[in-house]
């Protein structure tokens, strides 16, 4: 179905089908789980980025009629859009998509102790730098060819079904004209203002704000940047994050982000434009972009029979601010979940499907990882003394390979018992060197260090 043809569309729920059960019929039976119906089940996705076009595609594939709404596809999400390698491989992106490949990574400390990170890589090892529209528009078109239908619209508000059996009504703006679209299962992938997230009163999260410029350089200070990302902390910079140098085809994209000074982002974003001053001189400012990014998964992230993913859902890693390769993951781990569910679209689902197959699923994998970040996020970034720890860590070769290795292929790599104690021990010294131990970490932290 071309989707900009559209017209006004309210229809009911699937019919559910009399079954015989024994002396009962299935239908007599509605609050038991197993709900038969005639015709598949209906899904809207709404947010065509990462999220939003993986789960699209895993619900289309997976034999589910599926509507995908992206309110502006030709804009760009400001984002530093560098992703981890195993997402190359894992989403099958087309190496011609990447704008930079990153061999080196300068972390640079508030007294400009500079360590280059990237000294463990192998030759054929790389973080890839993407533009987020051309990221974007590849994994949404994708995910219309093989059967989602995308259409290029605003949603405007959604109206949440009183019984268990009614269906969700989608208002959308196409053309200038209100529509509607009677769905069974909505994804909310539709970022971190998520309205999905309102019309199921799924509760809010904090946010911090990222500041990004995007700066075109003289071809010989491009040169510079061929291949190297940078990374600079400091309360200058940030006082609780970090800020960025990232290489993108012809420019570069400078930025910082902030949760505890939102009032400040302006001038913290001046101060990593004067650090990389020498570097940037000449430069022309060809957009400037901000955007919030959720600093914890919101209290609900399942209600009835919708889902939330990606940035709606509060996967943002603490520490890195690395989102695009979770969204992408939440979305299809989702989609893949409703596919299954509901048998490929022949069966109703309920929330307790989407738990199950979803969100338990997405916990036990990453709420680990998710957790240990935060953590090393509030020891080394309170305060510059722990910055200069992190930096003076980051020179250790083996923290270097484990780092590399868990961000590029997001799973833990395989340690050795003695460089393991050894990093512990390292990590201990450096901090009380820096005199932050006690001051930094509360109970709560403590007891999640235990549980790793
Ligand atoms: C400045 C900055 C730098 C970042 N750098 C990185 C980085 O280098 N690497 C990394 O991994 N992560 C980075 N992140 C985080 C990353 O951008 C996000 O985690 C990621 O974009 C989440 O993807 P998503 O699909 O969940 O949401 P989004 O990318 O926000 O996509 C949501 C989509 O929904 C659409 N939409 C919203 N509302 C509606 C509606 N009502 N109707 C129709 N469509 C709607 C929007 O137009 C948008 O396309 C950065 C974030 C920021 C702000």
């Not at 804009?75 to 491989?89: S, T």
């Not at 360590?115 to 090892?125: M, N, P």
């Not at 799924?202 to 510079?224: N, V």
Request: glycine content about 8%; overall charge positive; aromatic content about 8%.
């Amino acid at each position: 179905m071309a989707a900009q043809t559209l017209s006004p569309l309210h229809r009911p729920l699937h019919h559910l089908k009399p079954k015989t059960v024994g002396t009962q019929t299935l239908t007599a039976k509605l609050k038991c789980s197993r709900i038969i119906i005639t015709s598949k089940i209906r899904a809207a996705v709404i947010g065509g980025g990462p999220a939003g076009s993986s789960a699209a595609e895993a619900l289309a594939t997976g034999g589910i009629e599926t509507f995908l709404f992206e309110r502006s596809p030709e804009a760009a999400k400001p984002c530093g859009g560098a992703i981890p390698l195993c997402m190359l491989d894992e989403f099958s992106i087309p190496h011609h998509l990447i704008d930079r490949r990153v061999t080196h990574m300068k972390i640079i400390s508030p007294s400009n102790l500079t360590v280059d990170f990237g000294k463990t890589l192998k030759s054929h090892e790389f973080i890839p730098m993407l533009r987020r529209e051309v990221l974007d528009n590849f994994l949404r078109l994708r995910a219309e060819r093989l059967g989602a239908n995308l259409i290029k619209a605003l949603v405007t508000r959604i109206d949440v079904p009183t019984t268990n059996n009614s269906p969700y009504i989608i208002h959308y703006i196409l053309n200038n004209t209100q529509n509607t679209l009677a769905v069974d299962v909505i994804v909310g992938a539709d970022g971190a203002n998520s309205r999905v997230a309102k019309a199921i009163k799924a509760g809010t999260y904090r946010c911090a704000i990222a500041f990004q410029e995007r700066i075109k350089l003289p071809d010989g200070k491009m040169a510079y940047y061929e291949n190297l990302a940078e990374m600079y902390i400091g309360n200058d910079v940030s006082p609780d994050f970090y800020a960025w140098v990232f290489p993108k085809c012809d420019h570069v994209a400078v930025g910082t982000g902030t949760v505890c000074s939102k009032e400040n982002i302006k001038t913290l974003q001046r101060g990593i434009r004067a650090r990389v001053n020498s570097k940037i001189r000449g430069g022309t400012i060809i957009k400037v972009e901000a955007h919030p990014i959720p600093e914890h998964p919101r209290p609900i992230r399942v209600r009835n029979r919708v889902a939330l993913v990606g940035d709606a859902a509060g996967y943002v890693t603490k520490c890195s601010g690395e989102g695009i390769y979770f969204a992408a993951k939440s979305g299809r781990m989702c989609g893949e979940a409703i596919v299954r569910a509901s048998e490929s679209g022949n069966r109703m689902i309920s929330e307790e499907d989407l738990k199950r197959e979803y969100l338990r699923k997405w916990d036990d994998e990453y709420i680990t990882t998710f957790r240990f970040l935060d953590l090393l996020q509030k020891v080394f970034y309170g305060s510059n003394a722990g910055r200069e720890a992190l930096v003076e860590l980051c020179g250790n070769e083996y923290v270097q390979r484990m780092t590399f290795e868990s961000y590029l292929y997001k799973k833990l790599a395989d340690g050795n018992r003695w460089e393991d104690l050894k990093m512990v021990m390292n990590t201990i010294g450096s901090l009380i060197r820096c005199n932050v131990v006690g001051r930094e970490m509360d109970e709560f932290d403590k007891r999640i260090l235990a549980q790793i």
